[in-house]
């Protein structure tokens, strides 16, 4: 668990389960609830949070569902789709899923349970903070999970965002005996300098709350992907430094799976920049339309921030426009959606003869694909490669004749015209 979100619970988690792996026990990480924009789908066509993919993959295991039984994909300030085992069950507020959390709570130990089962190690994964006292008596992810689970915790506080010995006094402090007694240490993440500084700190801390501090983690800069927006809110990936090729992509207020980016921002002449205002799009050689959990929501708010004005010349100035899942469906002729966002039909940006609507079953599968050969201008390098990924959306695109698809897609050993 962690004193705050993004403190580095998921990636500790991962770094354990793959000691575990490699010192000869059968791991399985475990997170019962998570919420989270950047999902990823099991071979199977389930959908969990990629964290917990993450980590299966360290601990040499492939990807189980029962991992991250709960998923909550939040599409507004207040309410989110719910996915249980993988498959959307409904949309919630956060007071009726409040409300349903109990409900829950003999799901998921069955499912903890029958991983048990089949592994020597489980390594469980909090969300945010344990000391959340006002959504303690439903606790399902946290202490009510330690406590389902009858497990041991170590407590995880980022030292880089400031007030780490505050923020381990004050969860602890906040926290019931019962569940300071689980606590065994604390682990102090991202410090950076020299760690003889933190001594005379760390012997107070262990002091006042009569918990060790188990060891100090240095600053890491993991090439790792990120759970949710709140490393977009920190501006991790606001990078300054001078490359080849700028990639602008826009930071939607839904903006899903922007894990997506992350094989881009490793390239060493690629700059990625995530942009929210229309004077912030210059000097720039591609602009991607990421993919959204709110399709109308966020392309009511291109439009009411002037963004989309800033994209739509952008072909014409000779810099091409990308868009990805929610992105593409953006920038086509019409959206019908009477499921998510409940805005109806909405003319899109762009595309002239592609209609989207939208659908109650969501589509969640891996996919092999070929390229096209009949790439136009700078895609036509790509032609007829092999690529490999997943589909997660909620609806189908019709494109009429005279428009290229840009790959085509595999379906059971046979290649389809959908991409």
């Not at 048990?116 to 489980?122: K, P, R």
């Not at 809110?233 to 930071?251: F, L, M």
């Not at 499921?339 to 003319?347: F, Y």
């Not at 007829?384 to 990924?389: F, S, T, W």
């Amino acid at each position: 668990m962690g004193t705050a979100s993004d403190g580095g619970k998921s990636v500790l988690a991962a770094g354990l389960s793959r000691i575990f792996y490699q010192d000869g026990l059968r791991t399985a990480p475990f997170k019962s609830q998570n919420m989270a924009l950047n999902s990823g789908i099991t071979p199977d066509g389930k959908e969990m949070g990629r964290a917990q993919i993450f980590q299966a993959e360290a601990a040499g295991i492939t990807p189980d569902v029962r991992m991250n039984p709960v998923l909550l994909k939040p599409t507004s300030d207040r309410q989110a789709q719910v996915v249980l085992m993988g498959k959307v069950a409904t949309n919630m507020d956060a007071v009726s899923y409040h409300d349903y959390k109990p409900r829950l709570r003999e799901q998921i130990l069955a499912v903890y349970n029958s991983l048990a089962q089949e592994y020597d190690v489980i390594v469980l994964e909090g969300a945010g903070s344990p000391a959340e006292i006002n959504l303690r008596d439903r606790d399902i992810v946290n202490m009510g999970m330690a406590e389902m689970a009858q497990c041991p915790v170590i407590l995880v506080a980022d030292i880089d965002r400031g007030g780490v010995f505050a923020a381990i006094y004050g969860t602890l402090a906040l926290l019931h005996k019962q569940e300071r007694d689980r606590v065994k240490g604390v682990i102090i993440n991202k410090f950076r300098g020299d760690v003889a500084l933190l001594y005379s700190g760390i012997e107070q801390i262990e002091s006042l709350t009569g918990v060790p501090v188990l060891g100090v983690m240095p600053w890491l800069d993991v090439d790792l992907e990120d759970e949710d927006g709140v490393a977009l809110q920190n501006d991790k990936y606001r990078g300054n430094a001078p490359r080849d090729i700028t990639i602008a992509i826009v930071q939607l207020p839904h903006i899903s799976n922007f894990t997506d980016f992350n094989a881009l921002a490793a390239q060493p002449d690629v700059r990625i920049r995530y942009i929210r205002r229309p004077e912030a799009l210059t000097d720039v050689d591609l602009v991607i339309l990421p993919g959204s959990k709110n399709t109308l929501s966020d392309l009511a708010w291109l439009r009411e921030s002037g963004m989309a004005d800033a994209v739509l010349p952008t072909p014409r100035q000779g810099v091409p426009v990308m868009g990805i899942c929610g992105g593409y469906q953006m920038l086509g002729d019409t959206i019908v959606d009477e499921v998510e966002s409940g805005l109806g039909t909405q003319p899109g940006l762009w595309l002239p003869n592609t209609i989207t609507r939208f659908a109650q079953d969501k589509t969640t599968t891996q996919v092999n694909a070929t390229m096209s050969d009949e790439l136009p201008g700078w895609l036509a390098a790509a032609a007829g490669l092999p690529v490999r990924g997943y589909e997660i959306h909620m609806g189908e695109t019709v494109v009429e004749e005279g428009c290229c698809t840009a790959m085509a897609l595999e379906n059971n050993g046979c290649a389809v015209a959908d991409g």
